[in-house]
T-cell receptor, first 112, second 117 residues
Framework: QKEVEQNSGPLSVPEGAIASLNCTYS??????FFWYRQYSGKSPELIMS????GDKEDGRFTAQLNKASQYVSLLIRDSQPSDSATYLC????????????FGAGTQVVVTP | GAVVSQHPSRVICKSGTSVKIECRSL??????MFWYRQFPKQSLMLMAT?????????EQGVEKDKFLINHASLTLSTLTVTSAHPEDSSFYIC?????????????FGPGTRLTVL
């Protein structure tokens, strides 16, 4: 079983709709969770971090965390073609260096 | 977010030569930096963890004598690919760990695309 799992997609979303991305993780003691966006040929960009159960909103992005279910999600409201990218879910491990465990990423395609 | 730079952004070299890649945290100090490699259409693969003032820690299967890492200061880590071969051609990306403001986040550099002929 992979430590961080995401659906690979592609997730096709009409422009203006909500994109919903899901991520599950296996290490129950994980405390820090991140969403990165990676455009094709570019490096990942941090878009959200979440540490507590519940929702965290930042602009059109909302991260949701449920530690009991070991589940973290990302909602993208009013999706735009510029949101077309691969979204990586990352979970900080328990080692002292703060290594991240990444999911394989979900490709999102926003269609005009 | 914090800014991390990498240099060069792109390098083409002949087989057998060595290539050095620099990773700098521009507006914060990073005691820990990470080096990743990513092949086309594949996931990020962590190669090593770089700690300022100490030896790097390599992931299983990564040759430490081939991928030399030096973290000489709180803002600079370097990765040297020694005796590069075509199979080393890849996208190398560093990230720097920021623990300021009570947060603990990693920010990525723009990456270095290495092509070995």
């Amino acid at each position: 079983q992979k430590e961080v799992e995401q659906n690979s997609g592609p997730l096709s979303v009409p422009e203006g709709a909500i994109a919903s991305l899901n991520c599950t993780y296996s290490d129950r003691v994980s405390q820090s969770f991140f969403w990165y966006r990676q455009y094709s040929g570019k490096s990942p960009e941090l878009i959200m971090s979440i540490y507590s159960n519940g929702d965290k909103e930042d602009g059109r992005f909302t991260a949701q965390l449920n530690k009991a279910s070991q589940y973290v999600s990302l909602l993208i409201r009013d999706s735009q073609p510029s949101d077309s990218a691969t979204y990586l879910c990352a979970v900080k491990g328990t080692d002292s260096w703060g290594k991240l465990q990444f999911g394989a990423g979900t490709q999102v395609v926003v269609t005009p | 977010g914090a800014v991390v730079s990498q240099h060069p952004s792109r390098v083409i070299c002949k087989s057998g030569t060595s290539v050095k890649i620099e990773c700098r945290s521009l507006d914060f100090q990073a005691t820990t930096m990470f080096w990743y490699r990513q092949f086309p259409k594949q996931s990020l693969m962590l190669m090593a963890t770089s700690n300022e003032g100490s030896k790097a820690t390599y992931e299983q299967g990564v040759e430490k004598d081939k991928f030399l890492i030096n973290h000489a200061s709180l803002t600079l880590s370097t990765l040297t690919v020694t005796s590069a071969h075509p199979e080393d051609s890849s996208f190398y990306i560093c990230s720097a760990r920021s623990t300021s403001g009570g947060l603990d986040e990693q920010f990525f550099g723009p990456g270095t695309r290495l092509t070995v002929l």
